[in-house]
């Protein structure tokens, strides 16, 4: 509703963000933003600094520097600390531990914040019989958090923090908890509940597959800072840095060390492709994705020896880990194949390199 | 289902066989707990008996044997239940919920009164306030010219202000336990809601630790009701008399039938307190905080009142720790007792005998009644901790490793009954069943062995508890893949189970010898002139007038009690190096 009045401005717009822990820097120098009702996915390893952007957003930290501002208008900034209070923002947050109060039932868990928010007790409980209808739980209103089981306290979380209607929906990790088969449920689940409310939501995971399933934006985060934020399918097909390449995808992507020597890119003693595609660099890191890399020798592609380490069949093809030298290649085989751990094996690369990247990370763009 | 058998290395093919120790196990605890509290019970029926409990509920004796002394033992129990909780419950949550300076400190402050007997606290207290109403000499304040009225110096307040000053930190314990545990992210996620800190304070942190506060007051209340050593150190001199100190004088004028009534009436109020508060707090809402990330605490800001609220702990603190050690060690040192600093001599501890102070008797170290309740003292406190964390054990092995069959049920629900039970009503009936022959036996009434199967009845509940925890730390992957590495029993024992149990045998056995040392009102009927025990001399001691005397044993104890801690400390970094302190 404030977007309307607001027209064009971004529902979250994140400029030149820092938080600083004493000497540590958690986060540095993040710029984001998104348009209303996209899901905006924070990607990264444990300890980049993911959890902490999204405490940010919540209003339940303030940034050392830098501004955060939700449709418009300026909730926190480094000057001004939490401009918003965390209950201000029209903003609900599901907790990686769900955060439900064991006291209060599921229906008193939904209903509690509508009662501070002053709802009108006949609204108030047509909005809780609503929400435990979205999520299904219907039958589970008058039992208390003890009393139900991991994923059906996530699905309580879910409602109350859709409950009060917030225009920005803030999620951490909040599958992490569940086992794989109920995580792929919820995945779903949480996407048909996002279009339902239309909320703008930023999710926190260290899943890259969440990250690629359900996103519209992706930002990677890595040591704090964003390596690269755009579309999941972008991110993809054009990582800009080398852990952008390698923490997304699946199978994971490889990335091979090569020397120019001559005009040749060289790998150990085999050459793998051109030296133009290292533009001015001596020495580069060649990307190749699995399915661009065979099991066996085809004529006229470059091949390396590599040691069989393991083999998973995957829709019809077969995915095939092999080790050279201390390096560990993905690479694909038609049919089942299978070897003995330590058996020699031929691996060729039968398309030119997706990416070439400078030996510090960055892209080589030509 | 592993053999843990910790009790006889050779002999557990029978152990195995599940019989021999669960039979062994039921008979101790039938002799032990259900036979003394049948017998008192038995004897109020016989024909005396019966007239004792109609001298004490339906007489004109009445209304002094049991409604006076009734009314003021729940005064005190509900003032002593309410005292801790405001106090124990005001420094858990600024220790926990706040961003206070040294916090730490604060709780380790706070959870020290315990150690401290209660009889220390009102030793101090009567050193401090005593008047002269009672003839002898006047307390510090009187003797510098203040003017301490009756009913500081003497009654119902004082005695209830020395055992909150004991019990608020058992309190504290408790809260602080329960407020850890509401998570930070319980607190957040009312923030997120929109909720102002009175409405989180009073919608969700509150609620949740209810169970934790019922349990601290209904804990701190059972304690104040039997506790013998503050009322009648405090009380009796003017005749304010509670259960405990009237079941106290019965039995020793000989009037065991009428002290026997008193004893399971004390009981009765004991327990139904107990079990109502477990009533309200079980069932339902007994909830267990489901948290995930857990550990984290949210603290809130306090402003400008951190350092004001930081000095209100702190002098709680030293009034209630610091303050009654040094009153006691200068009494133990001021010939005369009202005047704490001047003419300091070692004369209570070290004087030759036969001068002008105390009336020619000599210190405490040259007094040889004395140094014999010392070693009795730590014999005592010894033998029972062993024995003690030896029944634990094998009790605690037998409930976990029969858990759910009859048999498991029935011995865990006998090992806790004697935490129903106040310590001077269980006394009393083991004077009941072992004060006479028992057919061949000859009567155990006086002897040392009866002082130590009392005690380590009375500690069951503690040993179950801590043998649980301990055989909890060994799990049986843990045993079973020493088993497969082909190692034998006793090997086995030695590598694995010994090291792993050790630490929890001996922090367990450590809290029990300490409890035996300061313990006076579970001695004080069981003890006799053959077995002399400290706290039992400091309290005839005090009893006699003699303050300096009874306040330089306390301090022994005091410093027995320390001694036994930092050995522990100590001890078990050296024993077990992999675990942080």
Redesign the interface.
Known sequence: MNAIATGAADAIKIRSLVKRFGAFTAVKDVNLSVPAGAFLVLVGPSGCGKSTLLRMLAGLEAPSEGEIGFVGQTVSSGVGGVIADAGRRNAGLVFQSYALWPHMTVAGNIAWPLKVAKWPRDKRDRRVREVLSLLGINALSERYPAEISGGQQQRVAIARTIAPEPSILLFDEPLSNLDAKLRIEMRSELMRIHRATGATSVYVTHDQVEAMTMATHVAVLNNGRVEQFGKPIDLLRNPQTTFVATFLGTPPANLLGVRRIDDGLVFGETTLAPAALAADHDEVQLLYRAEDVCVGVTAGAPSLVARFAEAAPIAGRTMVTAMIGELRVTAMADGYFTATPGEQIPLSFIRTPDAVFAATGERIHQ | MTSLSLFAPSGGRLLRSGFLLPAFLIAVVAILVVAPLLRILLTTLTPEGLAAWKAVLFSPLSANLWWRPLFNTMILGFSVGAGCLLIGGFLAWLVVMTDVPGRRYLGLMATLPYMIPSFAAALAWGTLFRNSRLGGSAGFFETSGLAIPDWLAWGLIPTAIVLIAHYYSLAYTIIAAALSSV?A??V????????KRP?IFF??IL??V?PALIAAASLTFAGAVANFAAPALLGLPVRMQTLSTRLFGMIETGQNERGFVLALLLIAVSALFLWLSDRIVSG??A????????GRTKRFPLGAWRWPLFTVAVVIGLLTTVMPVLVLAASSLAPQSGALFSNWTLHFWIGEGGGEIAQGQAGIFRNPVLIDALWNTIRLGLVVAFTTMLLGLALAYTIVQRRGSLLATVLSQLAFLPLLVPSIAFAAAYIALFGAPIGPLPSLYGTFALLVIAASAHNLPFAVQSGRSVLGQISADIEESARLTGAGLIRRLFAIIFPLAIRGLFAGAILVFVKMVRDLSLVVLLFTATSPVLSMVAYRYAAEGFMQFANAITLVILVVCLAASLLAHSLQNRVQKWKQP
């Open positions: 998570g992210d319980l957040e996620a009312g923030q997120m809601a929109g909720a409405r919608g969700i609620p949740v209810t339902r809402r909830f267990v905080t489901v948290t995930g990330k857990g």
